[in-house]
């Protein structure tokens, strides 16, 4: 488990790295080296949990596509924050800080979703009302106007 887990995540190993030894935006970076990891035990788990039926769960790889945009997005950031501080200009730290913040705060509720096994029957619901609306050709509800 350990190694194939492991082998999965160069990328993220990178990003930690050059966070670790370049980054100026301290604050950030240690959000996003945190958020990388619970990112990928929780990602991991539940390819563990699905395997390849993970292709059927579609609400949980909405969270993961989500989760990893914020991810990628906060790596952006910072890094843009860090070229410009290299530069002379500090301006942009506040806002990567700020942006890292709310993005950090948006992960944490997305991987405490993934493992949560009680919200799959929310899930469940809301994937049963899609499935409801495709059945009728469209949206459910009727316009109470008409």
Known sequence: YQRRVRGSHT?????????????NCERGSSRLQGDITKFHVATAEQVMKYKKGI????????????????????AAVISRANLAAEKGDVSELALANAWCGESHQRIIQLVADLQN?????????????????LDSNGYLAKSPVS
């Open 55 to 74: 292709i059927e769960q579609q609400v949980v790889l909405n969270r993961i596509a989500d989760s990893a945009i914020l991810l990628q997005s906060m």
């Open 117 to 133: 096994p009680h919200l799959t029957k929310v899930d469940q619901a809301t994937l049963d009302v899609g499935k409801m609306s």
């Open 11 to 23: 990328c993220f190993e990178f990003v930690l790295f050059y966070l670790s030894t370049q980054s």
